[in-house]
């Protein structure tokens, strides 16, 4: 990795354009997987249910499948979100700003990352807070 990537700085237009399209392709994959599993669950679903009702079996065990599905669209539904947040501060020119301590947030972050709001330093603190608070 050069360099250039390790520093904390703006993204030219370039790099933002590149963002903001994989953003849009991850956006449609998303809403198309998300589309995809609903359709396959209720197909599922119809078949589950004329199964219990020919062996009577263990209703929960339908249950379990189905808030388990639920929760799998429910992961994409939030990366979702995170990835119109981080449309919205592109086209607000916020994108890779830290909302914390407000210095560029490194383009290596944001590549693996691309909806990411902190540094790594502000998000290590944030998690710490986070995990101070559920005790």
């Known amino acids: 990795m ?12 370039e790099e933002l354009e590149a963002v903001k399209e994989n953003l849009l392709k991850r956006k449609e994959e998303l809403w198309q997987e998300i589309l995809e599993d609903l359709e396959n669950d209720a ?3 119809h078949k589950n249910i ?13 249950e379990l499948r189905s808030s388990t599905a639920f929760s799998l669209i429910e992961l994409k539904h939030d ?19 830290c909302v914390d301590c407000g210095r560029w947030i490194t383009p290596a972050r944001l590549e ?11 998000q290590a603190e944030h998690e710490k807070l986070e995990k101070m608070q559920a005790e």
Do not use: F, H, W
Not at 4 to 9: D, G
Not at 50 to 62: K, P, S, T
Not at 82 to 92: H, Y
């Open 112 to 122: 693996v990352m691309p909806y990411a709001v902190r540094c790594r330093r502000c």
């Open 2 to 13: 050069d360099a250039s990537k390790k520093t904390s700085r703006r993204m030219n237009p």
């Open 43 to 45: 197909r599922e679903e």
């Open 79 to 97: 990366e979702l979100q995170q990835i119109e947040q981080a449309l919205q501060r592109i086209e607000r020119g916020e994108y890779g700003r």
């Open 50 to 62: 004329i199964d219990i009702i020919r062996e009577q079996g263990d209703i929960a065990l339908e």
